[in-house]
């Protein structure tokens, strides 16, 4: 799928979590065709180096990083590590998830710190990280992924949708916060995305059908089409949009 040029993209530092697969690695690809230079975090090593081998191979500068999000000593020793690589980060894009299912009434306040910790929690502590960066440069862009989950009244993942409520006002108090240094601040609410872990985890004929009642487009969206939305929050061109949250779900909200 071919994306529009951005030409002050080229040559910037981009810094991706949760960049091994999915919609994460739709962003690190997409990113690299625009010859920026790319950093991305995961957990899932082998994946993640198998996208560098591919991306590298075409001529891409793409790094991995391993580190889990929850454990924040780790995220900030790799947003470390990939800063020594691409330089100053302008451009951080939240993207990690994990929209796993849970019935209310067995959650423990385990469990729920630890959905805290993976859907929303690493978001803030990216932003505080790369902030300094930013502040320097006299711009900067940040886009903070939430879900439609929560405006469409999902059932069976109240943590999960309490998370990802969360990231809008997160998005907004930054936005508010450092507005005044040039950094934009952005939330994108996906829907429901074609990836392989929702064909692993959660497509069904019967939820198919439900969601394509439910959507304008008649049809998946794809990581793809998510990317491409995130380059332009991203880049120059977008250069008014900032404390807001966009919702790329193919009209299903």
């Not at 790799?78 to 020594?84: E, F, G, I, P, T």
């Not at 019935?103 to 790369?130: C, G, I, K, S, Y």
Request: proline share 4%; aromatic share 8%; hydrophobic share 50%.
């Amino acid at each position: 799928m071919a994306h529009a040029i951005y030409p002050d993209h080229a040559g910037r530092s981009v810094l991706v979590t949760g960049g091994a697969s999915g919609i994460g690695a739709a962003i690190v690809r997409a990113f690299a065709g625009q010859k920026s230079r790319v950093g991305f975090i995961d957990i899932l090593d082998a994946p993640a180096e198998a996208l560098v081998r591919e991306l590298q191979g075409s001529g891409a500068e793409v790094h991995f990083a391993h580190a889990d999000l929850t454990d924040i000593a780790a995220l900030r020793a790799a947003v470390v590590a990939l800063r020594a690589r691409i330089g100053p980060i302008a451009v951080l894009v939240n993207n990690a998830a994990f929209d796993e299912r849970h019935a209310t009434e067995e959650v423990t306040p385990q469990q729920w710190d630890a959905l805290m910790a993976v859907n929303l929690r690493h978001q803030f502590f990216a932003a505080q990280a790369v902030l300094p960066d930013m502040k320097a440069a006299g711009k900067g862009a940040i886009v903070n992924f939430a879900s439609i989950s929560w405006m469409a009244g999902m059932g069976g993942m109240a943590v999960y949708t309490a998370a990802k409520s969360a990231v809008l006002g997160l998005t907004r108090s930054l936005a508010r916060d450092y507005g005044p240094h040039n950094i934009r601040v952005n939330a994108i609410a996906p829907g429901w995305i074609l990836t392989e872990r929702q064909k692993e985890k959660w497509i069904t004929p019967d939820g198919e059908r439900r969601m394509l009642e439910a959507q304008c487009l008649k049809r998946w969206i794809v990581p793809e089409e998510i990317a491409r939305f995130v380059l332009f929050l991203a880049s120059d061109d977008a250069s008014a949009c900032t404390s807001q949250h966009y919702v790329v779900d193919g009209g299903w909200v």
